[in-house]
Antibody, heavy 122, light 108 residues
């Protein structure tokens, strides 16, 4: 079946980096994009950015520009999201989702990963 | 970038009809998508495009749009529909996505 499986929970210190993986199966990886979202405890969803699994093009949310990098490995159908210079307010569940857009995000995310809790604490 | 505005909370009696709305400038140019999220679970896409339901979504869920407002309607709400509902759309640039703040639906 079509699914996205993410890596496990992480605990990081302020200033460190985290890299979350998202492995796709059940569909042709390069025919879609991947968008990343995060959700702080008790808060709403925040879109972080998008990557085309077709050609690696990216668009990042303005507030995260310079701290986030999204990549893909088409040989393993895996997408990655790295966030640097972590702060306490980066504590959130980070989720990948299948995005129908390969040229730009199309915003309708039909398959979601299970989420990865990232805790930033000294 | 633009914003999408949702009412924080809405309630509906069991079996009745409820409309959840989402307002924003980008909705003049782009359709909204709607997601249902239950506690501790990943969001589930329930409506996308003009009024499309992914496979497995009951037909009591429907979507509509007029001007700056998109709406999700649940006709004959069930107890299992109690959840948070989020709208999103592409922003005015077309290259980014914005989410509404979410609406907590209570089924009485």
């Amino acid at each position: 079946q079509v699914q996205l499986v993410q890596s496990g929970a992480e605990v990081k210190k302020p200033g460190a980096s985290v890299k979350v993986s998202c492995k796709a199966s059940g569909y042709t990886f390069t025919s879609y994009g991947i968008s990343w979202m995060r959700q702080a405890p008790g808060q709403g969803l925040e879109w972080m950015g998008w990557i085309s699994a077709y050609n690696g093009n990216t668009n990042y949310a303005q507030k995260l520009q310079g701290r986030v990098t999204m990549t893909t490995d088409t040989s393993t159908s895996t997408a990655y999201m790295e966030l640097r210079s972590l702060r306490s307010d980066d504590t959130a569940v980070y989720s990948c989702a299948r995005d129908p857009g390969t040229v730009t995000t199309l915003g309708a995310f039909d398959i979601w990963g299970q989420g990865t809790m990232v805790t930033v604490s000294s | 970038s633009s914003e999408l505005t949702q009412d924080p909370a809405v309630s509906v009696a069991l079996g009745q009809t409820v409309r959840i709305t989402c307002q924003g400038d980008s909705l003049r140019s782009y359709y909204a998508s709607w997601y249902q999220q239950k506690p501790g679970q990943a969001p589930v896409l329930v409506i996308y495009g003009k009024n499309n339901r992914p496979s497995g979504i009951p037909d009591r869920f429907s979507g509509s749009s007029s001007g700056y407002t998109a709406s999700l309607t649940i006709t004959g709400a069930q107890a299992e529909d109690e959840a948070d509902y989020y709208c999103n759309s592409r922003d005015s640039s077309g290259y980014h996505v914005v989410f509404g703040g979410g609406t907590k639906l209570t089924v009485l």
